[in-house]
């Protein structure tokens, strides 16, 4: 079955702690981003990933740093959290992006906590 | 700046009605637009594409148009049923081609 996961659903810790949110593909998919989600801001593309080894800041990338060492991993990782990033945090993948796109596909998503 | 306007937050209509939703941007133009549908707490599923040079797009009770005179996109779902209730959004592809821009969404409500 075609599938974006990520890991965890849902964490709650505190400020300061670094933490790891990891999001992956079975779908062999070059394109990999990653949203956060907030009520009345809707949908905030933090970083995206155009392939392995390329990646580059959404709009709203403070704070966060990614990889893409593999085709299928993307993970969001969180040096030193603070309770603004207290978010729905989302995966999503695509076969390409631009104007030859595919639909993208996203992950169920992980509900973040900082106290 | 690239910007996206879904008009309404919420949207009530009664079952067998026809739901029509907005989508505007403004300063550029997009190659195409998605229109996604999330439910509470879940992610994101895509329901229809659109392309710049297709003024309109059907899929089952599912009609997408685009009008790039008016930097509108219109969402219609005709025979509205209560599982129809959920948020939906608008995604036009930015001006560099590197993301979707997710419109804030509209929330639809279809009562019996």
């Known amino acids: 079955e075609a599938q974006v996961t990520q890991n965890p659903r849902y964490l709650i810790t505190v400020t300061g702690k670094k933490l790891t949110v990891t999001c992956s593909q079975n779908?062999?998919?070059?394109?990999m981003s990653w949203y956060r989600q907030d009520p009345g801001l809707g949908l905030r593309q933090i970083y995206y990933s155009m392939n392995v080894e390329v990646t580059d800041k959404g709009d709203v990338p403070e704070g966060y740093k990614v990889s893409r060492k593999e085709k299928r991993n993307f993970p969001l990782i969180l040096e030193s959290p603070s309770p603004n990033q207290t978010s729905l945090y989302f995966c999503a993948s695509s076969a390409t992006l631009g104007v030859f796109t595919d639909t993208q596909y996203f992950g169920p998503g992980t509900r973040l906590t900082v106290l | 700046s690239q910007k996206i306007e879904q008009n309404s937050e919420a949207l009530n209509i009664q079952e067998g009605k026809t739901a029509t939703l907005t989508c505007n941007y403004t300063n550029y133009s997009p190659a195409y637009l998605q229109w996604y549908r999330q439910d509470p707490g879940r992610g994101p599923v895509f329901l229809l594409l659109?392309?710049?040079?297709?003024k309109e797009k059907r899929k089952e009770r599912l009609k997408v148009t685009f009008d790039t005179t008016l930097k509108q996109s219109l969402f219609h779902i005709t025979a509205s049923q209560p599982a129809d209730s959920a948020t939906y959004l608008c995604a036009p592809l930015n001006q560099a081609g590197t993301a979707l821009i997710f419109g804030k969404g509209t929330t639809l409500s279809v009562s019996s």
């Open positions: 659109i392309r710049e040079n297709e």
């Open positions: 779908m062999n998919h070059e394109y």
